[in-house]
């Protein structure tokens, strides 16, 4: 059983960043593929970014290339989020998960584990 607990979310103005972090316990963490999310109020929740277990491959979704970069620190038990750029359509609670797997996936139902989730909002 994995745990999973999110922080560094908070308000910030548009053109602004925030650095999300996701601490991992209860599990080798090295073995999981880790991915954010997130769901805005009568959304869906959508897909963001994911990284592999040893950083070799990485995806994101189209609406945050190039703003948003994941990464993650096996030793630290920890993943990332940095956000640059943000804007009031980032708003949002943001969302870590961990996937047994080798393949990357934007799926959220193929997850195993979820945080609590952190809040984003952006003013305009």
């Known amino acids: 059983q994995v745990q999973l607990v999110e922080s560094g979310g908070g308000l910030v103005q548009a053109g602004g960043s925030l650095r999300l972090s996701c601490a991992a316990s209860?599990?080798?963490?090295?073995?999981?593929?880790m991915g954010w999310f997130r769901q805005a109020p009568g959304k869906e929740r959508d897909f963001v970014a994911a990284?592999?277990?040893?950083?070799?491959?990485?995806y994101y979704a189209d609406s945050v290339k190039g703003r948003f970069t994941i990464s993650r620190v096996n030793a630290k038990n920890t993943v990332y989020l940095q956000m640059n750029s943000l804007e009031p359509e980032d708003t949002a609670v943001y969302y870590c998960?961990?996937?047994?797997?080798?393949?990357?996936?934007?799926?959220?139902?193929?997850?195993?584990?979820w945080g609590q989730g952190t809040q984003v909002t952006v003013s305009s």
């Open positions: 998960a961990a996937d047994y797997t080798v393949v990357l996936t934007p799926q959220w139902y193929e997850y195993d584990y």
């Open positions: 209860g599990g080798t963490f090295s073995r999981y593929a």
């Open positions: 990284i592999s277990w040893n950083s070799g491959s990485i």
